[in-house]
């Protein structure tokens, strides 16, 4: 199967599943905000288009498949602020469609676990904006009959997203709070469950995506230390480490996230089941 994938807001996930359907023979229309990275888009083969900037309806009334990942603002989602109205009269003819949420929709669960059916309680902004956003498509799909599915990421690693150039360049820290663990996921698995999705809809739907093996943020740390032959970071209490807001607010939320339903419904088996395979794998992408 190909098509025309519309990538709205084409940053890093999207450019993984680019990488996979480009080959296939796939068209993909990647917004952009910088002429910068549009051509940056270009040299990958994805068809830049500046936005806001450049009309995208005539791209909407071209794609078969739209996928968005935009942050929403204040007001939700900045895509169907101006977009709505032309997305609700291709919904017909578009086979798939993905918004690109996160698992901060959950809240903290004081490490306990979560999965799609778990009631959507975030604590943070950042979570509370996906919520909105998250509605805000859901109801554009109830009225046009969108092919919506939606995708709750956890932690994103990768290459060029590893824990290893601070580990290297001393400035890695094992920030210690007791009871918190993350889940992750890594970028070509992020990728594949995407591909999976787009080979067999499911209008509706909704995913976590992350891998089998919440863990501590330290121990992923110090397993970057230990595969690199490099000392152990030092341990930094959380209370009083020195942190960005956006840091910090990692922190402020601690469960772990079920991935079941992209395994029995898409059949996905995960490239890199935990961070202990992921780390390895960046590792021999690098030598």
């Known amino acids: 199967m190909t098509g025309t994938l519309l990538s709205f807001g084409h940053g890093y996930s999207a450019r993984a599943l680019a990488r996979l359907l480009i080959p296939q023979g796939w068209t993909i229309i990647g917004t952009t905000r910088s002429t910068e990275k549009a051509r940056r888009l270009s040299d990958d083969g994805v068809t830049p288009l500046i936005w806001p900037g450049d009309d995208p309806r005539p791209a909407v009334e071209t794609a078969t498949h739209v996928l968005t990942s ?47 059916d778990t009631p959507l309680t975030p604590s943070t902004e950042r979570g509370r904006l996906r919520v909105l956003a998250e509605t805000q498509w859901r109801a554009l799909a109830e009225t046009s009959g ?24 001393g400035t890695a820290r094992r920030i210690i709070k007791p009871g918190q663990v993350f889940s992750r996921i890594h970028v070509d698995d992020i990728a594949q469950v ?28 110090a397993h970057a230390a230990e595969l690199l032959g490099q000392p152990l970071p030092p ?11 956006m840091a910090r607010s990692f922190y402020a939320e601690s469960k772990r996230v079920r ?27 690098e030598d």
């Open 235 to 245: 341990e930094v209490d959380y209370d009083t480490a020195d942190m960005s807001p």
């Open 146 to 169: 969108l092919p919506l599915h939606i995708f709750r990421l956890a932690g994103i690693y990768g290459p060029g997203r590893g824990p290893f150039s601070k580990v290297r360049n």
């Open 70 to 116: 935009v942050s929403p603002g204040p007001d939700g989602d900045p895509v169907l602020a101006d977009l709505a109205d032309a997305l609700a009269r291709r919904a017909p003819a578009l086979k798939w469609a993905g918004y690109l949420s996160t698992t901060g929709v959950y809240g903290d669960h004081a490490g306990g676990w979560v999965d799609e």
């Open 259 to 285: 991935n079941d339903r992209i395994k029995s419904e898409l059949g996905v088996e995960l490239i890199h089941p935990d961070y202990r395979v992921g780390l390895a794998a960046l590792l021999a992408q």
């Open 194 to 221: 995407l591909a999976a999705s787009i080979a067999h809809p499911n209008p509706g739907a909704v995913y976590n995506l992350c891998d089998d093996d919440p863990a501590r943020p330290q121990d992923v740390i």
